[in-house]
């Protein structure tokens, strides 16, 4: 069988740095709000091109937080709205809705996959306070025509970069541009942690305050509190081991777009759709998804040929059951992106005989 994603394999390429890391933190004595998350955080920062990076304790945390510290400086309030794409991943939305703020939704393109920025503005009333761009799949979602929209509606860009660490637009990197953005380290993602963990990331030293009080209990002093805040703390642990991959991330990327290049040029079949790119680095590839009218069909025939397959998303947030509210809308691209999309596996450490042998199968399908 060739796995979705080798988890075990990626681990072991940087295993005794990895666990020599862990070690020095174990031996330290100190796990939390120490070196090992101040140097983590700052060299995360430089990496991404911000003046702040704060470690918490996952992706969903790091959105909530973001909207939280919007909240609590009083420039959005409870009710405000926060366009969103319709086909993100669900923790987009959670965040918006934890803190009683309404998604709306908008649809993506479907040669991109990302948010329409063509079909944004149709949506900003009166009560829009920001736009939450997700670069899903690692693919860049921004356009400058979203911070135009920003500009002239005075509207906050915040970016879900969960799955996209790396990526640039230009020569900048996603999870620079917008006001906030959160990350997610979750252990599947191109920089994946032994457990959860994740970060925000921005220039303004008002929100970034914010959050890292907010995620410390609302507590900027030992014992006083100025918000009824969460624990959503980076563990040292997680914070040592993300320094260590972070060194091999770039690489890893190179490595997932080599197999992309293959696929997008190797796989010859009229059934199956590859969404166009053009500009290369703006593409992470944490997943790689395809398109067909019989998506179950072919999963099941890749299975069968030995080729583990993930579907993302089988049903989209508007639709599930957690947001009866939302279940009457209707987003043709987006439930058709939750059909026929499958995503075929793409990591640093898929060898070059699997690669052929899935486009193999693929074009004999
Ligand atoms: C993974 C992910 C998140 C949430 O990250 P966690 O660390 O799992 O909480 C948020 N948004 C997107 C698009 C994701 O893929």
């Not at 963990?197 to 030293?205: I, K, Q, S, W, Y």
């Not at 009866?324 to 596996?345: A, D, V």
């Amino acid at each position: 069988m060739i796995p979705f994603l080798d988890l075990k394999k990626i681990t072991e390429k940087h295993s005794v740095e990895i666990l020599e890391a862990i070690n020095t933190v174990i031996l330290s004595g100190w796990y939390l709000n120490g070196e090992a998350c101040n140097r983590f955080e700052q060299h995360y920062a430089n990496y991404i091109g911000t003046k702040y990076a704060i470690g918490v304790a996952n992706g969903l945390d790091a959105l909530r937080l973001i909207l939280r510290a919007y909240i609590e400086i009083g420039q959005i309030q409870e009710g405000d709205e926060v366009i969103v794409p319709a086909n993100t991943y669900i923790a987009s939305i959670l965040a918006i809705t934890d803190n009683r703020l309404i998604p709306i939704f908008v649809e993506p393109d479907f040669n991109t996959l990302q948010i329409d920025p063509k079909k944004i503005e149709a949506s900003i009333t009166k009560r829009t306070k920001a736009i939450m761009i997700v670069h899903l799949y690692g693919r860049c979602s921004y356009t400058p025509l979203i911070s135009d929209l920003c500009l002239k509606y005075n509207l906050k860009l915040i970016e879900d970069n969960a799955q996209a660490h790396g990526c640039l637009f230009n020569n900048r990197k996603t999870g620079s541009i917008g006001e906030a953005s959160g990350h997610s380290f979750y252990p599947g993602k191109n920089l994946g942690a032994f457990g959860d963990a994740g970060a925000v990331t921005t220039n303004d030293p008002v929100i970034a305050e914010a959050v890292r009080t907010l995620a410390n209990y609302g507590s900027k002093t030992k014992y006083i509190f100025e918000y009824q805040g969460l624990n959503s703390r980076l563990d040292e642990v997680q914070a040592a081991i993300l320094d260590v991959k972070l060194k091999y991330l770039d690489e890893d990327i190179d490595f997932r777009r080599r197999v992309a290049y293959r696929y997008i040029n190797e796989i010859k079949n009229s059934k199956i759709i590859i969404p166009p790119l053009s500009d290369w680095k703006s593409h992470v590839f944490h997943l790689f998804p395809c398109f067909t009218k019989s998506r179950d069909k072919f999963q099941n025939y890749l299975t069968s040929n030995g080729i583990q397959t993930l579907i993302h998303y089988p049903v989209p947030p508007h639709k599930q059951s957690c947001y009866k509210q939302y279940n009457n809308l209707h987003f043709p691209i987006t439930e058709r992106i939750h059909k026929e999309e499958l995503s075929l596996p793409i990591s640093p450490v898929l060898s070059e005989e699997d690669v052929s042998e899935i486009i193999q199968i693929i074009n004999r399908w």
